[in-house]
């Protein structure tokens, strides 16, 4: 966090010596959840991948130090959602079903550190990389079963930041840290720009699954695996500098 807000604050001081520019961009995100599993029967070893789509609209603003290298800050707001579909509970009956609905919201402040090539004009081809800090607002998932077409339960909510009883190993921290790295193309006022970020905090608040007192209780105290995993995510943005000091 301390090195994302002295990049922000580098890439300031510096556009007072070059260009700069401020922008708007809107696009297309998918988050990825990749977390191992607390079922004991689960391979330790396995990740479970659950991709949120949904969009990513933010304030980017763009400096040029030198000629062709420079960066970009700006905050974020992401908005994902995933449904897994009804599936059974059993390989040899077709009822009960069960199927999960996950929402998740976010802001992000990103610095991306990157170089435009010039291609032609005001045209230019972008490679980037840098740190984003994620602050995620909301992360609920609902659980709905039914016994027949015409028979479905009331959703069982969890709230991942607030889920307070025995089965806290679904308890994850609102702050990740990712790198990313991409590409984009500008062209005069408008840009397009396409990334991955890779997740560099596990997400659990717990350390180890057998903390968890539903599972020590049940399997012993020698029952033990460590929780991990971490969230990704890439995306693609198209957007336009509505204000721009070209020195």
């Known amino acids: 966090m301390t090195a994302l807000i002295l990049s922000a604050i580098t890439v300031g001081v510096a556009a007072q010596e070059g260009s700069s520019a401020l922008g708007l961009h809107f696009g297309f995100a998918q988050t990825d959840y990749r ?8 391979d330790s070893k396995e990740l479970n991948t659950t991709m949120l789509n949904g969009f990513k609209v933010g304030l980017v603003w763009d400096a040029t130090f030198v000629k062709g290298f420079g960066s970009t800050v700006g905050l974020n707001y992401t908005f994902g959602t995933h449904d897994s579909g009804w599936a059974s509970q059993s390989e040899f009956a077709k009822y009960p079903q069960v199927k999960e609905k996950d929402l998740y919201s976010q802001l992000e ?52 930041f607030d889920y307070d009883d025995e ?26 720009r396409g990334g991955y970020d890779f997740g560099l905090m596990n997400p659990y608040k717990m350390d180890n699954f057998n ?34 000091n070209d020195k």
């Not at 977390?35 to 689960?42: F, I, K, V």
């Not at 740190?131 to 015409?150: G, I, M, N």
């Open 35 to 42: 977390l191992n599993s607390w079922d004991p029967e689960a």
């Open 167 to 192: 089965t806290m190993h679904q308890d994850y921290k609102r702050l990740n840290v990712t790198w990313g790295v991409g590409v984009g193309f500008q062209y005069d006022r408008y840009f397009l």
């Open 211 to 244: 903390q968890v007192e539903l599972l020590v209780k049940q399997y012993g105290a020698d029952y033990s695996r460590a929780t991990r995993g971490r969230l990704d995510q890439w995306s693609i943005k198209l957007g336009i500098y509505f204000w721009q």
């Open 109 to 160: 402040l990103f610095v991306d550190w990157q170089y435009k090539f010039q291609i032609a004009g005001n045209t230019y081809l972008i490679v980037y990389t840098g740190p984003t800090l994620q602050c995620q607002l909301a992360l609920v998932a609902r659980e709905y079963v039914r016994s027949s077409p015409d028979d479905e339960q009331a959703p069982k909510v969890i709230n991942h």
